[in-house]
């Protein structure tokens, strides 16, 4: 649908022309001339379909721009998250000069209470520092008008509901409510509907829950081999930019550390990171400049970054929900995307039941061999060998090149750059994973109660001391972490190709090369850093 017939101003229409949407997706054909209308909304959909913008753009033609109150707040799980809905709140709304400020956990609050003496009229934030500030006296909510959660199945969830209700009591109850997220369980929807008039709850239709643009693999493997399957996937799938989750955070720092060792430009972020590391971290991803980011939950729920082509399940989630965030990751705004999960054996029924809560069958895929890396690793170096000739001024090196030729055999000259182009093998740099404890054995059926009495762990009063949580794997869960995210990174510093089954991709659904060589980002970097030493990671543990 055109963004014309919705009912937003020139103004706004200006912004999404200048954003580059053309036309509307449905969560926002369907949203926004609700929101228009002061309605309160449940919006669900597909990751990556643009839930921000269908509450976004109402939102702003809805302010009063002579009013210097907060008339609208959005709260979002993860710091990064709220950054990027500023970012894009602040991008649809410049031409009106809305004032959208965000405020979050870990960043300097001073600094935070000097901007909100600008008076901003939209305010996004994380739970914890919002309670900090309307503590403080620093955010004041009895102005606002509209509400909106984001990710709200997970804001309305055990670890936020008390944040979310403190705050909620700050809001007039004259107001408009909305809630949005790709997956809404109806025992989360019913809590959600306390807090609103009316609701419509819009979902939007979809043959699968996680998106159709994602290509859905996964690996049977035993917990000790994942590590050196994981990267001779990457030789032969030669992913561009790559998101891998692990379970927990050590499981995150040991993984970036060991796919540094072997020569990739990987870095990890976690709650136990420092918020200004983390946001480090995120850029470079953002730019480019990072080929792997590693995380935990931290970074499954709404980010958005343009041109995530693999997601790796390094560890099955234990909640399909986490499971269907996650791969949306990749896959967004109408692109194609891969992922790909590791299974130990004893795990297959976790992914049965995602597989059940998707409806979408996950194919299987077998390690590769050596020699399958090595064909991937090889053809990605003769791409590289393409560009360097390409952009090599012969004439320069044409003298000290007759030379070479005649000091050396071409076939060994040409041998020896392959080799330089190419990794280390698996075994040439021996990375050791500390093993998790295996999830505990699923009980089978699942599916249905997803939350209440299903697998998220019984004891649902999940890591409120904000202690870190998942060192060792070994928290209130049961032994496991809340997906590998304690409620630090919710709150203590806050308070707290292809993938087609075809030659090119080899079966392993890797990009194809032309894709590769025009993307051939900063291998050269990741390169340079391998060292070719022996690397073991040691842990406290
Ligand atoms: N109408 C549109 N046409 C094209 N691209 C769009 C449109 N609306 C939003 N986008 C872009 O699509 C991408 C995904 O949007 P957004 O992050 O809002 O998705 P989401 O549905 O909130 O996903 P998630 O469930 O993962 O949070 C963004 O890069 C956004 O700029």
Known sequence: ????????????????????????????????????????????????????????????????????????????????????????????????????????????????????????????????RLLDHIRRGTVKLDHVKMLVLDEADEML???FLDDIESIIKQVPSERQTMLFSATMPPEIKRIGVQFMTEPHHVKIKAKELTADTVDQYYVKAKEFEKFDIMTRLFDVQAPELTIVFGRTKRRVDELSKGLEARGYNAAGIHGDLSQQRRTQIMRQFKAGKLDILVATDVAARGLDVSGVTHVYNYDIPQDPDSYVHRVGRTGRAGHKGVSLTFVTPNEMEYLRVIEKLTKKRMLPLKPPTDAEAF????????????????????????????????????????????????????????????????????????????????????????????????????????????????????????????????????????????????????????RKQSSKRNFTIRTND
Do not use: W
């Not at 022309?17 to 449905?26: I, K, L, Q, W």
């Not at 309160?40 to 753009?57: E, N, R, S, W, Y």
């Not at 998220?456 to 032994?479: E, P, T, V």
């Open 157 to 159: 969830d055990m670890g």
């Open 1 to 128: 649908m055109k963004f014309t017939e919705l009912g937003l101003s020139d103004s706004l229409l200006k912004a999404v022309t200048r954003a580059g949407y053309e036309e509307a997706t449905p969560i926002q054909a369907e949203t926004i001339p609700m929101v228009l209308d002061g309605k309160d909304v449940i919006g669900q959909a597909q990751t990556g379909t643009g839930k921000t913008a269908a509450f976004a753009l109402p939102i702003l033609q809805r302010l009063d721009f002579d009013n210097p109150n907060i008339q609208a707040l959005v709260i979002s799980p993860t710091r990064e998250l709220a950054i990027q809905t500023q970012e894009e709140i602040f991008r649809l709304g410049k031409d009106e000069r809305a004032k959208v400020q965000v405020v979050y956990g870990g960043s300097d609050i001073r600094r935070q209470i000097r901007n909100l003496k600008q008076h901003p009229q939209v305010i996004v934030g994380t739970p914890g």
């Open 375 to 526: 064909a991937g690793q090889i053809a990605a170096a003769e791409a590289n060998v393409d560009s360097l000739v390409a952009k090599t001024k012969t004439e320069k090196y044409a003298d000290q090149a007759a030379e070479l030729l005649a000091k050396y055999d071409a076939t060994d000259l040409v041998a020896a750059l392959l080799n330089d182009l190419t990794k280390d093998d698996a075994t040439a740099v021996p990375v050791k994973i500390t093993p998790e404890r295996p999830l505990p054995r699923h009980k089978g059926g699942g599916g249905g109660n997803r939350r209440g009495g299903g697998y998220r762990g019984g004891n649902r009063n999940r890591n409120r001391s904000g202690n870190g949580g998942s060192r060792g794997g070994n928290d209130r869960r049961g032994g496991y972490s809340h997906n590998g995210r304690s409620r630090d990174d919710h709150r203590s510093s806050d308070r707290r190709n292809g993938g087609s089954n075809d030659r090119k991709s080899g079966g392993y659904g890797s990009r194809s090369r032309e894709d590769n060589r025009s993307n051939n980002r900063n291998h050269d970097e990741g």
